[in-house]
C-alpha cells in the first residue's frame, strides 16, 4: 500500500533562517510526487511536480527536489508569507488517486 | 479569475439528514475530483470524475454519490449523514491527462450533529 510520511509535523523559523521539509514515501511505482501549499480555510494551491530521481524544481524562495525514497521542500531565506501548510502527495502508475501526506505546518516569524 | 467554486461554504446537519455539495470550475477541465480533509489524516479521494459522462470511486466513497452534470459542475451527495462524514470537502479540477488536482476549491465545512 502507498505510503507517504511528512516531517516534522510542524516547524517554527525565524525569517530568513532557511530549513528543509521532509516527504518520504513507499509506492510500487512511483508516476509523479506532487507539493501543495494550503492556506487557512483555503485549498491547497500546487507548487510543484518531480517525476523522476535526480530531478529538481524552483519557485521564488521554494526548491523541491526528489530521491527514490523521499523529497525535500528546500525553503530559502523565509518571510512571514511562506507560512502555510505544505502537503506531499504521490501517485502511482497506472492509479487515478494521489496519496497524501498529513502534511508539514510551516511558520515564519518576522 | 474564478477557478473552481464550491457551494455551501458551511453546513451544519443533523444524522440521516441529505444533502447536495455543489462545484463548478470555469478552466474547460475535463478531471473532476471529491476529497475529504479530516484532522490528522491527509486528503482521501472519495470520487472523481476523469471527463463528462464518467464517474468513478475512489479511497473512501461509502455514503456518498456523485453526479457530473455536465463538463462544469460536479455535484456530492450525502443520502443519509452520519456524524463520521463531519468533515472539511474539497472540489478539485485538472486539465492534465493522469489524474494530477491541479485547481481546488476553498472547500466546504460540513459538521453533522
Known amino acids: 500500500e502507498d505510503q507517504v510520511t511528512q516531517s516534522p509535523e510542524a516547524l517554527r523559523l525565524q525569517e530568513g533562517e532557511s530549513s528543509s521539509l521532509n516527504c518520504s514515501y513507499t509506492?510500487?511505482?512511483?508516476?509523479?510526487l506532487f507539493w501543495y501549499r494550503q492556506d487557512p480555510g483555503k485549498g491547497p494551491e500546487f507548487l510543484f511536480t518531480l517525476y523522476s530521481a535526480g530531478e529538481e524544481k524552483e519557485k521564488e524562495r521554494l526548491k523541491a527536489t526528489l530521491t527514490k525514497k523521499e523529497s525535500f521542500l528546500h525553503i530559502t531565506a523565509p518571510k512571514p508569507e511562506d507560512s502555510a501548510t505544505y502537503l506531499c502527495?504521490?501517485?502511482?502508475?497506472?492509479?487515478?488517486?494521489?496519496?497524501f501526506g498529513q502534511g508539514t505546518r510551516l511558520t515564519i516569524n518576522p | 479569475n474564478a477557478g473552481v467554486t464550491q457551494t455551501p461554504k458551511f453546513q451544519v446537519l443533523k444524522t440521516g439528514q441529505s444533502m447536495t455539495l455543489q462545484c463548478a470550475q470555469d478552466?474547460?477541465?475535463?478531471?473532476m475530483y471529491w476529497y475529504r480533509q479530516d484532522p490528522g489524516m491527509g486528503l482521501r479521494l472519495i470520487y472523481y470524475?476523469?471527463?463528462?459522462?464518467?464517474?468513478d470511486k475512489g479511497e473512501v466513497p461509502n455514503g456518498y454519490n456523485v453526479s457530473r452534470l455536465n463538463k462544469r459542475e460536479f455535484s456530492l451527495r450525502l443520502e443519509s449523514a452520519a456524524p463520521s462524514q463531519t468533515s472539511v470537502y474539497f472540489c478539485a479540477s485538472s486539465g492534465l491527462q493522469g489524474g494530477q488536482p491541479q485547481h481546488f476549491g476553498d472547500g466546504t465545512r460540513l459538521s453533522i450533529l
Open positions: 502527495a504521490v501517485q502511482e502508475w497506472g492509479a487515478q488517486k494521489l496519496v
Open positions: 470524475s476523469a471527463s463528462e459522462g464518467t464517474t
Open positions: 509506492v510500487s511505482g512511483l508516476r509523479g
Open positions: 478552466m474547460n477541465h475535463n478531471s
